[in-house]
């Protein structure tokens, strides 16, 4: 019999994965976890809004402003005026911000070549196939129920 459960084996490949990257970066010394070290990925790139961060990331403006609050605070990024509009903010990387951006994105990028180790190119290429059409398929609240 094949086990058929399909949203259980994600969600579960998932936690197992979250799981595993948290501890990597954490025995790496690395003081970010992985969805803020995507917010510095995205701040290398220039200073963005909280809402161009959260639409970015995918993230609510709450879950944000914590990720943000705990940044700031570690003083890997700084909250500013927007000089577009004086009534928002942005957010700014400091060099500290870079710095361990870099460290998290060495762990991050062996956890992923542990991913995809052991799969031929075209078996990964069928996967990550699979993995976008989630956003095809689930993009709206309510989906084709």
């Given at each position: 019999?094949?086990?058929?459960?399909?949203?259980?084996?994600?969600?579960?490949?998932?936690?197992?994965l979250?799981?595993?990257?948290?501890?990597?970066?954490?025995?790496?010394?690395?003081?970010?976890?992985y969805?803020?070290?995507?917010?510095?990925?995205?701040?290398?790139?220039?200073?963005?809004?909280?809402?161009?961060?959260?639409?970015?990331?995918?993230?609510?403006?709450?879950t944000?402003?914590?990720?943000?609050?705990?940044?700031?605070?570690?003083?890997?990024?700084v909250?500013r005026?927007?000089?577009?509009?004086?009534?928002s903010?942005?957010?700014?990387?400091?060099?500290?911000?870079?710095?361990?951006?870099?460290?998290?994105?060495?762990?991050?990028?062996?956890?992923?070549?542990?991913?995809?180790?052991?799969?031929?190119?075209e078996?990964?290429?069928?996967?990550?196939?699979?993995?976008?059409?989630?956003?095809d398929?689930?993009?709206?609240?309510?989906?084709?129920?």
């Amino acid at each position: 019999m094949t086990d058929d459960r399909i949203i259980f084996l994600i969600f579960s490949a998932q936690n197992k994965l979250r799981t595993y990257l948290g501890n990597a970066l954490a025995a790496a010394g690395v003081r970010v976890s992985y969805p803020q070290a995507g917010i510095i990925f995205l701040l290398k790139q220039g200073e963005r809004t909280m809402s161009d961060l959260s639409r970015l990331l995918g993230v609510d403006n709450s879950t944000l402003t914590g990720l943000v609050d705990r940044l700031e605070k570690a003083g890997f990024v700084v909250r500013r005026t927007s000089a577009a509009d004086r009534r928002s903010l942005s957010i700014q990387v400091t060099p500290e911000g870079i710095v361990e951006g870099e460290k998290a994105k060495a762990i991050i990028r062996d956890v992923n070549a542990l991913v995809k180790a052991g799969f031929s190119p075209e078996e990964l290429e069928v996967f990550k196939g699979v993995l976008r059409s989630f956003f095809d398929k689930f993009d709206k609240p309510g989906g084709r129920i």
